[in-house]
Nanobody
Framework: QVQLVESGGGLVQAGGSLRLSCAAS????????MGWFRQAPGKEREFVAV????????YYADSVKGRFTISRDNAKNTVYLQMNSLKPEDTAVYYC???????????????WGQGTQVTVSS
């Protein structure tokens, strides 16, 4: 079992930055691919970014590529999402996710956090 707790959400103006954090329980954090998803009001949850257990491989949704950066600190059991040049359309609840499979994480991760709200004002 993996428990995930997100933090760092909030209200920011368009063009601003936020960094989300996700703290994970367990002693095998580095064996999990970690990722971020988001869900805007009235829309389906969508994939944002994923990082491999070692941190060497990352993959992003086209909508955030070049603006968001996913990273992890395996010594702290934490994954981050640095969000720059934020747009109003980035407004959503952001969820942290984990899975043993880098491929499966992008579609059906096994573990989810509770979510953190990010609101970008215009």
């Amino acid at each position: 079992q993996v428990q995930l707790v997100e933090s760092g959400g909030g209200l920011v103006q368009a063009g601003g930055s936020l960094r989300l954090s996700c703290a994970a329980s367990g002693r095998t954090f580095s064996s999990y691919a970690m990722g971020w998803f988001r869900q805007a009001p009235g829309k389906e949850r969508e994939f944002v970014a994923v990082i491999s257990g070692s941190g060497r491989i990352t993959y992003y949704a086209d909508s955030v590529k070049g603006r968001f950066t996913i990273s992890r600190d395996n010594a702290k059991n934490t994954v981050y999402l640095q969000m720059n040049s934020l747009k109003p359309e980035d407004t959503a609840v952001y969820y942290c996710a984990a899975d043993n499979s880098f491929v499966l994480l992008r579609s059906a991760p096994a573990y989810w956090g509770q979510g953190t709200q990010v609101t970008v004002s215009s």
